[in-house]
T-cell receptor, first 109, second 114 residues
């Protein structure tokens, strides 16, 4: 069983602050995705990282895939209330996609 | 972009009845569909992987006789929760992909069993 642990589990910060969410596993993944989910809706893909050590930027969001392709991080700069949501990492391997434990982010105006 | 339609979006049923949830890929042929369940404020837990024309592969701890999955065509997979009980109440989400391409998610089904 492939397990993906995310930390922190919950995060409440003020608007304008920076934050980092971590996604760790003992398994190697062929790719890793980050999603954001709103209550009552399906997850929305933010990014896919494939190569070990890869860094991708999406406006104020920076994603990094670990060299060994076992872990990843999501860094948000100058968080805004619109960033509030459940952030999920998901690893692909053995023909299936397994989700991390999730990080609930709240950005207070 | 590709669209995955999930129906119904919410359903309330009596304990002991069966409920069917449909997942359709509207503009692509989904060779693989995944079914997840999600409890409030928790992550998505993979229940099973469904490949068109073959039996679904269930994750450990998921009862295949209770959660019947059918993937009879390249655009439709169904999840039937048989003899539903209150503990089956959850948010169920499907996702679909063609080959190893990008994964597309349905909008989810909120099941409430009374």
């Amino acid at each position: 069983t492939q397990l993906l642990e995310q930390s922190p589990q919950f995060l409440s910060i003020q608007e304008g602050e920076n934050l980092t969410v971590y996604c760790n596993s003992s398994s190697v993944f062929s790719s890793l995705q980050w999603y954001r989910q709103e209550p009552g809706e399906g997850p929305v893909l933010l990014v896919t990282v494939v190569t070990g050590g890869e860094v991708k930027k999406l406006k104020r969001l920076t994603f990094q895939f670990g060299d060994a392709r076992k872990d990843s991080s999501l860094h948000i700069t100058a968080a805004q209330p619109g960033d509030t949501g459940l952030y999920l990492c998901a690893g692909e391997g053995y023909q299936k996609v397994t989700f991390g434990t999730g990080t609930k982010l709240q950005v207070i105006p | 972009g590709a669209v995955v339609s999930q129906h119904p979006s919410w359903v309330i049923c009596k304990s002991g009845t069966s409920v069917k949830i449909e997942c359709r890929s509207l503009d692509f042929q989904a060779t693989t569909m995944f079914w997840y369940r999600q409890f409030p404020k928790q992550s998505l837990m993979l229940m099973a992987t469904s490949n068109e024309g073959s039996k679904a592969t269930y994750e450990q701890g998921v009862e295949k006789d209770k959660f019947l999955i059918n993937h009879a065509s390249l655009t439709l997979s169904t999840l039937t929760v048989t003899s539903a009980h209150p503990e089956d109440s959850s948010f169920y989400i499907c996702s679909a992909r063609r080959g190893s391409e990008k994964l597309f998610f349905g909008s989810g089904t909120q099941l409430s069993v009374l």
